[in-house]
């Protein structure tokens, strides 16, 4: 099961408002809740355990280099995201939520990390069950005082904005994720990476460098 999906290069998106934030080089991961039980699971794009003592072993014997990653997570998402749950209205109704983050540290490069490097999760989307992806101005209205993905632009997505992207006007070494619509079916989303984020991969990767573009 592919619990996030695969954003496309900005060639397929349409050129209208959109808000862009920061593209974080570490892994995505996932955080299952429900009403019911709370947070009970969380894995990568591809998998899954429980989140419980057990399960993070688990998860930690499968995924070496991500390990703390649940540690963090409690310590500064669990308790803001299920708040926002239990009180904020635009929630209420759903029986079950999962959050996506980015999980990286400041020397984190093409989804590997060192083990003595401080590691932060990035708060980037939300899926509310049965509507779907949470739309880019909610989620920062909803989410912004959390530890979201950096927001670097808010406007129509244009070629000269993709172009500074790539030169990397905005201060944002790997690239932007840019997402407009309204969120569920209406959401849309496309990635734009820079120039030289594209020089270390070729550098690190050599013909396999396009593995990790767009």
Known sequence: MLHY??????????????????????????WDWDRDFGWHSFGTRRDAFNLTEAGVAQFTQAHENLSGCAAVFQETLALGLEQIFQQNPNYLAYPSLKVFTEFLGRESFAGLHKTDDTKELRLFDVWAE????????????????????????????????????????YGTPEG???????????????????ESYQVRLRQAFADKWEDYWE
């Open 5 to 30: 999906p695969k954003i496309p290069s900005s060639r397929k998106c349409p050129q209208t408002r959109c808000i862009a934030f920061e593209k974080y080089d570490g892994t995505n991961l996932h």
């Open 130 to 169: 049965p509507f779907g992806m949470i739309g880019p101005k909610q989620f920062v209205t909803d989410f912004g005082h959390l530890n979201i993905a950096r927001v670097v632009y808010e406007g129509k997505l244009t070629g000269q904005f993709a172009e500074d992207v790539r030169l990397d006007k």
């Open 176 to 194: 932007v994720v840019c997402k407009g619509g309204a969120g569920g079916s209406d959401l849309w989303m496309c990635k734009i990476k820079t």
